[in-house]
Structure formats: structure tokens, C-alpha cells
């Protein structure tokens, strides 16, 4: 590839995001560069003393039908598509006098923030951009003569180009501008129609797009050989993605995703309610635990599994405070996530230079709608989100003996933990705090019998008398197509149980919990985590 120089003589300005507008203009001019703008960004450009000709003056019509109609004519498509070395196309620019546009400078209207501010419909509508778009496709595509460019950042890139080639660029940056235009389009068109989607209530529509833009790019994927970036989507749901990161080394792809699941799990519990700490390892919870205060809850999570807490993530549903902090730098931690942490939390994290303190301002709503997506060879597979909550269920009580208050309120704590460990799921819990748990096995006896081993090895490194699964009650994330695996959460020394129900042999089920007088209760609600 030659660097294909092309001078520009003429840049076109149309942006709704001023940022850096008055400096690039000026930098222009002073490349002999003529400025064409329209609206609002062609009078900010003239207060500031520099000469612009109104984009109206260039296409001999005034804008109209409220700005709707202003770019949408030849004179401006024309000067963005011709191939300057097509003899026939600087014919017809010549007979229709159509002047080369070199550059085109665009951003889109606000349609993402618009909608992320809650307007109504028409407000909305009103903020999608017809002509930036088709302005920017036209120049991408005639990048072997055009420079575009879509947002500020890449203003000073253009600057030095011009600076570096006697005020052209070359084709090498024109491409990688180009490459961009399309992606910034689709991400717009995506946000728009999925808008669109969700205000008309389509679950399956007939093309689905997602778009994002880069929050940054990461050292390599779940493994060195992989290449990955992370990327933010126009969903504002509190997490990783909108996090402040304080300190600690830049994190990994495998440190965002299991970030992300810790702090989807501990977005289960509300605040005001009580105190609660998730500890995540692999993207699978190893302890969670409610508590008196964050201290305590994080005590209690750890006490289910310190081996597997060990290099793990932690989220904490309140603002950490000093006495946390100093708990949990006792043992080595990757990451901590929050929605807000006090000076001195911060000062004593801040004693453990690679530990990334994480602050996210609010947690997310577990009842929120959205969308999630998965690749598979070929395809996406697109669902709603999981936004099914416990407090919304109700508990069907289906065996002769009901829960206590007791396990009742155990049993409503554990079926929250399962809605976020990989299924098959088996989770054991006792006093809001889980004390065993089973994750992505094949088989729910198999989940089942390695949560009770752990709560072995746990009991013992604590030096209990017996496993806290003594006692305890057990959730299932899914029904127990037979009975043995809930027969060996009874041996692991489980008491009640809460499980969704629907299988052919629920009545078998029924019958051995019976037989043993613990009690079960269903839920009618799947939590299927793959």
C-alpha cells in the first residue's frame, strides 16, 4: 500500500459534540483549508473570527423542515464520491459544479444520551441523525480520496498528517478512519433499533445488532494466545463497564468477567436491607454471606471456602470501610468492586499495589430488563436477561412438614446464590451465609456431593466438630429429575430444601423428603446458568 497522499482543500464540519471543534477549525485555516459547516457548529466557528461558507451557500438551498434537510443533496454527496482520478466524474463535477470535499468531520446527533435520559418517544425520534450517517458512509467509502472523522479524539491524528505531508493525508490513516466511520454507524443503528425494539415490545426481531465502543484494549483473552478488547454497550447498568478503577495494574479479560459476576450476584441484595459480600472465583461464586455489616458478611463468605477465595474477586454491596479493608488484604485478592469506599478504605487498599480497587456507584438492578448474547458457530444466541428475583416468588410448600422461619429465610438466601453459579447447581446454606457449593457439573448428584466435600475440607481447616451442612438447607437451581441427589444433600446433612419443581418424578422426590421429614419447597422459577 503507497501512502496515496491527498490534499485537503476542503473540510466540511457537522458536529453535534463541540469538544476540540475551535482548535481543529483553527488548525485547518491555517493550512489554507476551506471550512463548509452547517447549523450550530458553522456559528461557533465563525465567533470565533474564522471564515466559513454555510453549507446552504455551497448547495444553493436553505436548510429546512427544521435542520431535517440540509446535507441531503448533491452538491455535498457529490464533493465526498467523486474518484478524483475518474475522468468521467470530474466531468459531471464540472458540469453540475460540484466542488471536492477532502474532509468530512461528523458526529452523530445524541441519539444513545438522549435515550439514556429518559425522553419520550418523539424526543427521541427527533435526535436520530439522517444525514451525518449517510455523510459519513459516503466519505468511508471514498477513502481513497476522503478523510473522515467521527469523533474529537482523532482530530490531533489528522493534524499531524497534514503537519508531517504538506497538508495531506495519507491513505493508510484514511483507511483506518474509514474502518471506524462504518463501525460508529453500525453501533448507532444498532442503538436505534433496539430502541426501537423495546418501545414495540419484539422479542425476536428479524436482524439484531449490537454495537460498542472500546473502553480498552486488553493484554489477551481467557488465555495468552487469544486476542481480546473490552467494549461498552449503550446499556448504563452499574458494573465493571461504568466502574472508577482507583489503583491496581490494568485488568484482564478474566478478571473483568468474573468482576462482572460477582457484582451481578451481589446486586441480589438490597442495601438498605442488610449487609452482603460475594467472593467469585472462575465466574463462580465460592462464599456469599449476609452479615451485621460488611466485616461480618465477608468473615462468613470466606469461611465457606478460603482455598478457592484465594487470588478471587469481591463484591460488597455497601460502601467499604476500613475495618473491611484490613480484613480482606490479609490474603492476596484481585480484584474489589463497591459502589463507594471511604478514604481511609482506600488508603489501606492503596498499601496493596496490584489490588484493584474498583468503585461503581450504585449497584444493578436485578429486576431490570435487558439483553444478554453468546456466540455459537455462525450465530447469536440473544435472551432477556435472568431478572427473575426471589422476593418476587412464591414458595410452595409441597411435603408434609414446612420450613421454620428459619430455614425459610435460609432457603430464600440460597436460591438467590444459585441464580449465579453454573449449573448443575447445588447450594448449601446455613445462618445467610452458604457453607457449600456445587457448581457446572454434569451431574446434580455429582454438585450436590462435591459442596458437601468442600464443606468438609472447609470444617476442618476451621477446625469444626462437623460441616456446617449439618443443619443446613440446600437450593437447587433446577428440578432433581430423581431423588438421589436430593438424597444426598440430606446425608450431607441438609434440612429443607428449594428447588423450581416440574419434573415427571416430583412425586417421587416428594415422597423420599417425606420419608426422611425435611422440608421442601418449591419455587416454579428455572435458574439455568451455562
Not at 488548525?27 to 452547517?38: F, K, Y
Not at 426481531?205 to 473490552?230: K, V
Not at 470444617?459 to 437447587?476: D, F, H, N, R, W
Request: proline share 4%.
Amino acid at each position: 500500500m503507497t501512502d496515496h497522499p491527498r490534499r485537503v482543500t476542503r473540510a466540511l464540519l457537522s458536529v453535534s459534540d463541540k469538544t476540540g471543534l475551535i482548535e481543529f477549525a483553527k488548525a485547518l485555516a491555517a493550512h489554507d483549508v476551506e471550512l463548509v459547516s452547517t447549523g450550530g457548529t458553522a456559528k461557533g466557528i465563525a465567533a470565533a473570527g474564522l471564515k466559513v461558507k454555510d453549507v446552504s451557500d455551497l448547495t444553493g438551498f436553505p436548510e429546512m423542515m427544521d435542520g431535517r434537510v440540509k446535507t441531503l443533496h448533491p452538491k455535498v454527496h457529490g464533493g465526498l464520491l467523486a474518484i478524483r482520478d475518474n475522468k468521467e466524474h470530474a466531468e459531471a463535477m464540472k458540469a453540475h459544479g460540484i466542488a471536492p470535499i477532502d474532509l468530512l468531520v461528523v458526529n452523530l446527533y445524541p441519539f444513545e444520551a438522549t435515550v439514556d435520559k429518559g425522553a419520550g418517544f418523539e424526543d427521541c425520534i427527533e435526535n436520530i441523525d439522517i444525514g451525518g450517517p449517510a455523510m459519513i458512509r459516503a466519505a468511508a467509502k471514498n477513502h481513497d480520496d476522503v478523510a473522515v472523522v467521527v469523533e474529537a479524539q482523532d482530530y490531533q491524528a489528522v493534524l499531524d498528517e497534514l503537519a508531517a505531508n504538506n497538508g495531506a493525508t495519507t491513505l493508510k490513516l484514511r483507511r483506518r478512519l474509514a474502518a471506524k466511520a462504518y463501525a460508529r454507524t453500525a453501533a448507532y443503528d444498532a442503538a436505534i433499533s433496539n430502541w426501537f425494539n423495546r418501545q414495540l415490545e419484539i422479542d425476536a426481531p428479524d436482524f439484531r445488532a449490537f454495537g460498542g465502543r472500546l473502553i480498552q484494549p486488553l493484554r489477551y483473552g481467557e488465555n495468552p494466545h487469544q486476542t481480546a478488547a473490552f467494549y461498552a454497550t449503550p446499556d448504563k447498568r452499574p458494573g465493571v463497564s461504568t466502574a472508577r478503577q482507583l489503583q491496581g495494574k490494568e485488568l484482564s479479560y478474566n478478571n473483568i468477567n468474573d468482576t462482572d459476576a460477582a457484582y451481578e450476584c451481589i446486586g441480589e441484595f438490597d442495601t438498605k436491607r442488610t449487609a452482603a459480600c460475594v467472593i467469585v472465583k472462575h465466574a463462580n461464586p465460592c462464599g456469599v454471606a449476609e452479615g451485621a455489616n460488611l466485616v461480618d458478611a465477608y468473615r462468613k463468605a470466606l469461611a465457606c471456602d478460603s482455598t478457592s477465595a484465594f487470588g478471587g474477586i469481591i463484591a460488597m454491596n455497601r460502601a467499604l470501610d476500613a475495618e473491611t479493608a484490613r480484613e480482606i488484604t490479609k490474603i492476596f485478592t484481585e480484584v474489589i468492586i463497591a459502589p463507594d469506599a471511604s478514604e481511609e478504605a482506600i488508603a489501606i487498599i492503596g498499601g496493596k499495589k496490584n489490588l484493584r480497587l474498583l468503585l461503581a456507584g450504585s449497584l444493578p438492578d436485578p429486576r431490570a430488563p435487558g439483553l444478554t448474547a453468546k456466540t455459537v458457530a455462525g450465530g447469536l444466541l440473544v435472551q432477556s436477561r435472568d431478572n427473575a428475583v426471589v422476593d418476587d416468588m412464591t414458595f410452595k410448600v409441597v411435603t408434609k412438614r414446612a420450613p421454620t422461619d428459619a430455614e425459610m429465610r435460609d432457603l430464600k438466601f440460597a436460591f438467590r446464590v444459585a441464580k449465579h453459579v453454573k449449573s448443575n447447581t447445588i447450594i448449601y446454606a446455613k445462618d445467610l451465609a452458604t457453607v457449600g457449593i456445587g457448581a457446572g457439573q454434569m451431574s446434580r448428584v455429582d454438585s450436590a456431593r462435591i459442596a458437601a466435600r468442600k464443606a468438609q475440607d472447609a470444617a476442618a481447616e476451621l477446625k469444626l466438630a462437623e460441616p456446617l451442612t449439618k443443619g443446613s438447607v440446600v437450593a437447587s437451581d433446577a428440578f432433581f429429575p430423581f431423588a438421589d441427589g436430593m438424597l444426598a444433600c440430606i446425608e450431607a446433612g441438609a434440612t429443607a430444601v428449594v428447588q423450581p419443581g416440574g419434573s415427571m418424578r416430583d412425586d417421587e422426590v416428594i415422597k423420599a423428603a417425606d420419608e426422611h421429614g425435611i422440608a421442601m419447597v418449591f419455587t416454579g422459577t428455572r435458574h439455568f446458568r451455562h
